[in-house]
């Protein structure tokens, strides 16, 4: 049974008071906040286990390689990935993309060629590849986005052609919520010939991800969103590609030799982790990922759907409010903006009523133009909102009207 | 004494006597409100200040007197920012441009409370807006300041 109390309480952070008002969290988009169980693992790492991982055989450095790569094995699992080679930690989501846009891109792009990217990237997934098509003389293409804030399948078919190399698309939406039909876009861009990787740093905390299922390349994401730390990530790539890519950064870790005159790169995934790695870090994002299954995120899902739900009915009705991204598959965020109410003037009186909400172009600024805005509110959940939390949300809303209109 | 001083007394005075965050944000939304515009061609890409996450543009004009005095027209699409505008124009505006490089805007932001109601991002908005008016009045006293048109 799913006790919303239960795991509130797991979480210290939201027992607080911001201005003198309960913190009401709603941007959880942005990062989520952490339980007691991951900030349990990562203090016992440091009072217990720290070591560097992978040398030595002292005590110490065998029980932190083991938490380091237990961690490996707990992701593997969550993603359904075949091989635990195939999980590459990084520094997050961004790093997982710019790892392959530099390793893979280098070696798989030739003048000419094409990546297809949406209009509903996050800066993250469109930066990357532009560096990468400037430096290889490859061309980037961008699939529009209806007035609903969904992917125009038809114009995204019509732009993947045998040119196309690799096609890079958002699981779900940071900004607008939208949830991309990432298994059908697999079969699109493979039939083409062309490479998947999926930007699913908005995916993982909401919904079951099966790597295999959808059958992309490469998969993303963040652990800091899915109620781990930050500054650690996941790069899932399929064995054969990751195989055939050349190391992305040098250092140690990343070596079986080194001579002056020739270094043996080592293993997957360690090929592609050059430097001590983010230790802690993937301990904690192993029981981040215990939490999610511990609560399930069948249940997650279900309940963060029957809020979403609640609140785009509740923010209807609201005068003058504008949903943004109104798709039939959503997860996780609400964007509006509301007229003659500037975003920026709103969240500050927001904040004042202890509500937590995201104003700005939320890394999306083409996705903003294409909408005709320059930013928006988002109001985005996590496992631990309450539906009044979005009964507070639309009285800071009337109550930013009063005092701006 | 620049004329705007007396309205700075009074920003000043006004803020003093609100004690909460709710009534003072009310008054900088008002001062935003009642910021005049500026005229729609004064807002174009030469004007554009970055580094603030709202849109704003700020226009120098140097008085011909003796010695000259600089006046600001300036406007954001948001209220809170161009209540922030309201205050800096009414502390820089009728200045000369050394007076306007030494004016210790930090004093008055410390005693109008304001930089703790500001988030970090807005902070560095607003400190982006006094780096312009800086750099400007620098310029007009180089005389390497674009001739008002």
Redesign the interface.
């Known amino acids: 049974m799913f006790d919303l109390d239960a795991v509130r309480a797991e979480f210290p952070i939201l027992q607080q008071q911001v201005?003198g008002k309960p913190l009401i969290y709603l941007d959880s988009a942005a990062t989520t906040q952490k339980p007691q169980c991951v900030i349990d693992a990562v203090r016992a790492y440091y009072e217990h286990d720290n070591a560097n991982v992978h040398r030595g055989v002292h005590t110490l450095s065998q029980r932190a390689t083991e938490g380091y790569e237990h961690a490996r094995d707990k992701v593997r699992t969550l993603l359904n990935a075949r091989d635990r080679a195939e999980i590459v930690f990084t520094r997050g989501t961004t790093e997982a993309i710019n790892l392959v846009a530099a390793a893979w891109g280098r070696t798989n792009l030739r003048e000419g060629d094409e990546i297809l990217i949406t209009h509903m990237e996050h800066h993250s997934n469109i930066v990357p590849w532009q560096l990468i098509c400037e430096q290889m003389s490859a061309k980037l293409r961008v699939a529009p986005v209806t007035d609903s804030g969904e992917l125009d399948l038809d114009a995204f078919k019509s732009l993947l052609t045998g040119r196309t190399k690799l096609v890079a698309c958002v699981h779900v939406s940071n900004a607008l919520g939208t949830i991309n039909p990432v298994r059908e876009l697999t079969r699109l861009a493979h039939e083409a010939g062309a490479a998947m990787l999926i930007d699913g740093a908005q995916a993982t905390p909401h919904l079951r991800v099966d790597v295999q299922s959808i059958g992309c390349d490469f998969y993303a994401c963040s652990a800091h969103k899915m109620y781990g730390p930050t500054g650690i990530g996941v790069l899932y790539g399929r064995k054969e590609l990751l195989e055939a890519m050349p190391p992305y950064q040098g250092g140690g870790e990343m070596i079986k030799s080194v001579t002056f005159e020739k270094t043996i790169y080592n293993d997957l995934p360690h090929k592609f982790e050059a430097g001590t790695p983010n230790i802690a870090g993937a301990i904690g994002f192993g029981a981040a990922v215990d939490f999610l299954n511990r609560i399930g995120l069948d249940q997650i899902a279900r309940h963060e759907q029957s809020l979403l739900d609640h609140g785009m009915s509740l923010l209807e009705k609201v005068e003058g409010l504008i949903q943004i991204g109104r798709a039939k598959e959503k997860a996780g965020a609400m964007s509006f903006i509301l007229e003659g109410m500037?975003p920026?003037?709103v969240a500050?009186?927001l904040?004042?009523a202890g509500l937590a909400v995201r104003?700005?172009h939320h890394c999306t600024q083409p996705l903003m133009e294409r909408f005709g805005v320059?930013?928006t509110l988002r109001a985005s959940l996590g496992v631990y909102n309450r539906r009044e939390d979005l009964e507070a949300l639309v009285a800071g809303i009337e109550k930013a009207r009063t005092?701006?209109l | 004494m620049p004329q705007s001083d007396v309205q700075l007394d009074r920003i000043i005075e006004t803020f003093e006597f609100l004690d909460d965050w709710e009534e003072r944000f009310a008054y900088l939304i008002d001062l935003g409100k009642k910021l005049p515009s500026m005229e729609a061609a004064d807002k174009n890409e030469a004007n554009r200040v970055h580094g603030c996450q709202a849109t704003v543009w700020l226009k120098p004009h140097l008085a011909a007197e003796d010695p000259p005095r600089l006046e600001f027209s300036a406007e954001s699409d948001a209220f809170i920012v161009n209540g922030l505008i309201a205050i800096l124009l009414s502390a820089y505006n009728g200045r000369s441009p050394r007076e306007v490089a030494e004016y210790d805007v930090e004093g008055l932001l410390k005693r109008l409370g304001l930089e703790e109601h500001l988030s970090p991002t807005r902070r560095n908005g607003l400190h982006s807006m006094i780096g312009r008016i800086r750099e400007l009045a620098s310029h007009a006293a180089n005389g390497t300041m674009e001739k008002p048109t």
């Open positions: 201005h500037h920026y003037d500050p009186i904040d004042y104003d700005g320059t930013a005092m701006l």
